[in-house]
C-alpha cells in the first residue's frame, strides 16, 4: 500500500498493478481524496491534485462517475461549484455529495475532493 506524503498530497503514488488492471469490483479507480488548503485566482488545489491522481490511474475527469466533497466553509461552494465545472461534464456530471465538516486533517484545509473513476 502507497502512503502519501504529509505535504497536502502535492505528490500522487504510483498506481498499483500493472496498467489497465481491473479491480476485484471491477472497473472502479478511486483516487486519494485531494485536499486544499490554497487558491490560485480562485481555483482550489485539490481539483488539479485530483487530475494528477486520475491520470496515474490511466483515467481522466470523463471516466469520474462519483464526487464526494468535503467542505469547511460552505461560504466557498460557489467558487467550489464554479470550478468543478471547468474539470466535469456539465451535461452529464457525475453524482455528487457535499458534506460539511468541522474540520479536516490540517487546521488549514478548506476542502477535500474524493473521486471515483471507471476506467
Given at each position: 500500500?502507497?502512503h502519501?506524503?504529509?505535504?497536502?498530497?502535492?505528490?500522487?503514488?504510483?498506481?498499483?498493478?500493472?496498467?489497465?488492471?481491473?479491480?476485484?469490483?471491477?472497473?472502479?479507480?478511486?483516487t486519494?481524496?485531494?485536499?486544499?488548503?490554497?487558491?490560485?485566482?480562485?481555483?482550489?488545489?485539490?481539483?488539479?491534485?485530483?487530475?494528477?491522481?486520475?491520470?496515474?490511474?490511466?483515467?481522466?475527469?470523463?471516466?469520474?462517475?462519483?464526487?464526494?466533497?468535503?467542505?469547511?466553509?460552505?461560504?466557498?461552494?460557489?467558487?467550489?461549484?464554479?470550478?468543478?465545472?471547468?474539470?466535469?461534464?456539465?451535461?452529464?456530471?457525475?453524482?455528487?455529495?457535499?458534506?460539511?465538516?468541522?474540520?479536516?486533517?490540517?487546521?488549514?484545509?478548506?476542502?477535500?475532493?474524493?473521486?471515483?473513476?471507471?476506467?
Amino acid at each position: 500500500m502507497a502512503h502519501l506524503p504529509r505535504d497536502g498530497y502535492r505528490t500522487v503514488p504510483p498506481r498499483a498493478g500493472p496498467p489497465g488492471r481491473r479491480s476485484p469490483l471491477g472497473a472502479r479507480t478511486p483516487t486519494s481524496p485531494a485536499s486544499s488548503a490554497r487558491a490560485t485566482a480562485g481555483r482550489p488545489a485539490a481539483f488539479e491534485n485530483l487530475t494528477a491522481a486520475l491520470e496515474r490511474g490511466g483515467a481522466t475527469w470523463a471516466d469520474v462517475f462519483k464526487l464526494t466533497d468535503y467542505i469547511v466553509d460552505t461560504a466557498h461552494l460557489p467558487t467550489v461549484r464554479a470550478v468543478r465545472d471547468e474539470f466535469i461534464d456539465t451535461d452529464r456530471p457525475p453524482t455528487s455529495t457535499l458534506v460539511r465538516v468541522a474540520g479536516l486533517f490540517r487546521d488549514d484545509l478548506l476542502i477535500e475532493i474524493e473521486a471515483v473513476a471507471a476506467v
